[in-house]
T-cell receptor
Framework: GIQVEQSPPDLILQEGANSTLRCNFS?????LQWFHQNPWGQLINLFY???GTKQNGRLSATTVATERYSLLYISSSQTTDSGVYFC????????????FGKGTHLIIQP | NAGVTQTPKFRVLKTGQSMTLLCAQD?????MYWYRQDPGMGLRLIHY???????AKGEVPDGYNVSRLKKQNFLLGLESAAPSQTSVYFC??????????????FGPGTRLTVT
């Protein structure tokens, strides 16, 4: 099956800092999503981005499908950004669900 | 518009007991999914459905059964619970017909403990 690798696995930053999270995947995809899992366990949709660039407030994401990676940018971090960020993909032509990476655990300190 | 809802939110079972988790969506989505999340890991696909009356196995289907009798509901059953099934279970749905978005939307999760 498709492999998804996220880096870094852990990241500790001060409030106000910027960060870049990376997701590498091993095959062509027709779905790539970024999620934020908050400390209460809820999965929040951040981006649906199988290709191209999107921005939503302080967050933006870029997927380069031909090179099989995606980047999530967080600017001016706030303590509420803490949690685990997951990248998940669905391979092109497949009919099944998402394959998740192991996540990046982000801690924003005040 | 409630999105994706899951019932119950928490449950404790004894080994060998059975139970059914209910997922409901009010977005008229065709595809529905069940995932499990174990500590420190991403989610793994258990079973999925591409339409009413259809089901298929995912990555970790053993010990689970599913049914999709109505488009808006997707049920996950554990016939004889085992401690290895202690996990958080998430349901998701996606609109997905030809030409439509594959974006998945997740429910709040069910935390299941098997003792």
């Amino acid at each position: 099956g498709i492999q998804v690798e996220q880096s870094p696995p852990d990241l500790i930053l001060q409030e106000g800092a910027n960060s870049t999270l990376r997701c590498n995947f091993s095959d062509s995809v027709n779905n790539l999503q970024w999620f934020h899992q908050n400390p209460w366990g809820q999965l929040i949709n951040l981006f649906y981005i199988p290709s191209g660039t999107k921005q939503n407030g302080r967050l933006s994401a870029t997927t380069v499908a031909t090179e099989r990676y995606s980047l999530l940018y967080i600017s001016s971090s706030q303590t509420t950004d803490s949690g685990v960020y997951f990248c998940a993909v669905r391979r092109g032509g497949g009919a099944d669900g998402l394959t998740f990476g192991k996540g990046t655990h982000l801690i924003i300190q005040p | 518009n409630a999105g994706v809802t899951q019932t119950p939110k928490f449950r404790v079972l004894k080994t060998g007991q059975s139970m059914t988790l209910l997922c409901a969506q009010d977005m008229n989505h065709e595809y529905m999914y069940w995932y499990r999340q174990d500590p420190g890991m991403g989610l793994r696909l258990i079973h999925y459905s591409v339409g009413e009356g259809t089901t298929a196995k995912g990555e970790v289907p053993d010990g689970y059964n599913v049914s999709r009798l109505k488009k808006q509901n997707f049920l996950l059953g554990l016939e004889s619970a085992a401690p290895s099934q202690t996990s958080v279970y998430f349901c998701a749905s996606a609109l997905t017909r030809t030409g439509s978005s594959y974006e998945q939307y997740f429910g709040p999760g069910t935390r299941l403990t098997v003792t």
